[in-house]
């Protein structure tokens, strides 16, 4: 699976947006994007994935450039329940021997009042 | 539809000990998956189930071994445990192609 690279830390103020960027240089064509978060002390919890289309969910959008090479997860209206690790993970579909989700240190959101 | 459950969520043990954790997956799921996460680290990959066979695994001794139920629930066990194995374990179950990852909210393992 291809590597990731985030910030370490980013702050943000509460009902604005987030944007949580995530470059993926070495990514293969067949790899998709994901995004999890973990709240302190919580198991990590997924929040979106996509391959080379922008998506959008309930909790997030996310836009991976037209290279494919980095993306951005954007949560529109942050709250401080937002405050959390966000892991930006590049992994290829699942079945077989592609089981594992390598996570990094990811980029700790504070988010606040 | 309930989540995914791990029992006990703390445990403190003796170096040298044994040590099992269970997880129970979502409903509908049939492959589990555990992970090791150490403190201000990400989670890192132990091992896979699916039908009730290992069929991945992360670079852990064997002394790290698991099991799954047909009711696809699993175990964790860690025999010789070391002071190095302090680390929040997480469950996570998923359908084998799907995209998502379900975790639970794990189990606190701390060895003195």
């Known amino acids: 699976d291809a590597k990731t690279t985030q910030p370490p830390s980013m702050d943000c103020a509460e009902g604005r947006a987030a944007n949580l960027p995530c470059n993926h240089s070495?990514?293969?064509?067949?790899?998709?994007v994901y995004w999890y978060r973990q709240i302190h002390s919580q198991g990590p919890q997924y929040i979106i994935h996509?391959?080379?289309n922008n998506e959008t969910n309930e909790m997030a959008s996310l836009i991976i450039t037209e290279d494919r090479k980095s993306s951005t997860l954007i949560l529109p209206h942050a709250t401080l329940r937002d405050t959390a690790v966000y892991y930006c993970?590049?992994?290829?579909?699942?079945?077989?021997?592609?089981?594992?989700?390598?996570f990094g240190k990811g980029t700790l959101l504070t988010v606040n009042p | 539809e309930t989540g995914v459950t791990q029992s006990p969520t703390h445990l403190i043990k003796t170096r040298g000990q044994q040590v099992t954790l269970r997880c129970s997956s979502q409903?509908?799921?049939?492959?589990v998956s555990w992970y090791q996460q150490a403190l201000g680290q990400g989670p890192q990959f132990i091992f896979q189930?699916?039908?009730?066979?290992?069929?991945g695994r992360g670079n852990f001794p064997p002394r790290f071994s698991g099991l799954q139920f047909p009711n696809y629930s699993s175990e964790l066990n860690v025999n010789a445990l070391e002071l190095d194995d302090s680390a929040l374990y997480l469950c996570?179950?998923?359908?084998?192609?799907?995209?998502?990852?379900?975790f639970g909210s794990g189990t606190r393992l701390t060895v003195v």
């Open positions: 993970i590049v992994r290829s579909p699942g079945g077989g021997s592609n089981y594992k989700l390598t």
């Open positions: 996509g391959l080379k």
């Open positions: 996570a179950s998923s359908t084998l192609n799907d995209y998502g990852y379900t």
């Open positions: 409903s509908g799921h049939n492959t």
């Open positions: 070495t990514i293969s064509g067949n790899e998709y």
């Open positions: 189930y699916y039908r009730e066979e290992e069929n």
